[in-house]
């Protein structure tokens, strides 16, 4: 939606007008499936989100194994909501946890870990 505001902005278009358009709904419709495709369908096949593949990370169960797809999802859902309560602050629990754990991992029983690499105890 911002995008196509900005677009709209420089286009010569007023503000008010493109909230009013189909192109906002476009921009909202395309935002929630970016969402999606990142927070559910991504994890659920792969166990990472965009962002985990570019920095070679991915979610794994703490005995190293993969992760169930109910667990993902719920691992997703309950980082959702954290994060949109807590405006991000929680993620100080993840800076701080000695193996780098959120509080969405802490209560699914997983772990973000590099690609390659297995947990060890």
């Known amino acids: 939606p911002v995008v196509f505001l900005l677009i709209g902005r420089f286009a010569g278009h007023d503000g008010s007008e ?4 189909e192109w ?3 921009g909202w419709l395309i935002a929630i499936m970016v969402m999606v495709v990142n927070f559910a369908l991504l994890p659920a096949m792969t166990a990472q989100t965009a962002g985990k ?5 991915r979610i794994v169960s703490l005995d190293g194994t993969e992760v169930s797809l109910k667990k993902i999802l719920l691992r997703q859902f309950i980082g959702g909501i954290l994060m949109l309560f807590s405006l991000g602050m929680l993620m100080i629990i993840a800076a701080l946890h000695p193996r780098g ?3 969405h991992d802490i209560i699914t029983g997983t772990i973000v870990v590099p690609k390659e690499r297995q947990i060890r105890f």
């Open 18 to 21: 493109l909230l009013k358009s």
């Open 24 to 26: 906002n709904n476009l």
């Open 53 to 57: 593949m570019l920095t070679g990370l």
């Open 101 to 103: 754990r959120a509080l």
